[in-house]
């Protein structure tokens, strides 16, 4: 690759890592005519998915506002950076899985939900009400309330799991839409 301090036509690669929670490859360059270092990602190029917001606006999907989404969630909650980055890049893969050319923010907020419920759940409140803030309040207890009887059986299934090997996990894929 090309300098971008001399323009030399080369660069040498000094270190090579996994980035992005390995969605990506970080590598140290230098130049062997200047001297410079810079750095460089290298990542798979994928087909944008377009999210539809709820005003009918499009946008890409960008996991790096997931992650924003996430980090104001967590606030002053002990919850690793690398945890949060691993959430965001589940619901990119989710995303990209579905197959579909365009996904309702409603969706990844659904997604993101889904995840963010079992790290933290003070938390996943907070996105749940920052989520939900032009609806009433009613819908973020009632979603405490789905959490609260999800962890219960997931509670009795830790019980049970000793005598049913094969007990299926809790399933709690068909959320209501929001509106
Ligand atoms: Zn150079």
């Not at 090579?16 to 001297?35: D, F, I, K, Y």
């Not at 539809?52 to 002053?76: S, T, Y």
Request: aromatic share 4%; proline share 7%; glycine share 6%.
């Amino acid at each position: 690759m090309r300098c971008p301090y001399c323009g030399h036509h080369d660069s040498r690669v000094l270190d090579s890592r996994p980035a992005e929670g390995g969605a990506a490859v970080r590598r140290r360059r230098e130049c062997p005519r200047c001297e410079r270092r810079f750095t460089t990602f290298e990542r798979p190029d994928l087909a944008p998915v377009v999210v539809v917001k709820r005003d009918g606006r499009r946008e890409p999907f960008d996991r790096a506002k997931v992650l924003g989404g996430l980090l104001k969630a967590r606030g002053k909650r002990p919850i690793p950076t690398e945890v949060l980055e691993e959430v965001a890049a589940e619901v990119e893969r989710q995303v990209r899985n579905l197959g579909e050319p365009e996904v309702p923010s409603s969706r990844i907020g659904e997604l993101v939900m889904e995840r963010l419920r079992r790290v933290d759940e003070v938390a996943f409140v907070r996105f749940a009400s920052e989520y939900r803030r032009f609806q009433d309040v009613q819908s973020i207890v009632e979603e405490v309330e789905r959490l609260r009887a999800h962890k219960e059986r997931e509670e009795q299934l830790r019980r049970q799991v000793l005598l049913l090997p094969l007990a299926e996990g809790p399933t709690n894929g068909k959320n209501e839409p929001g509106r």
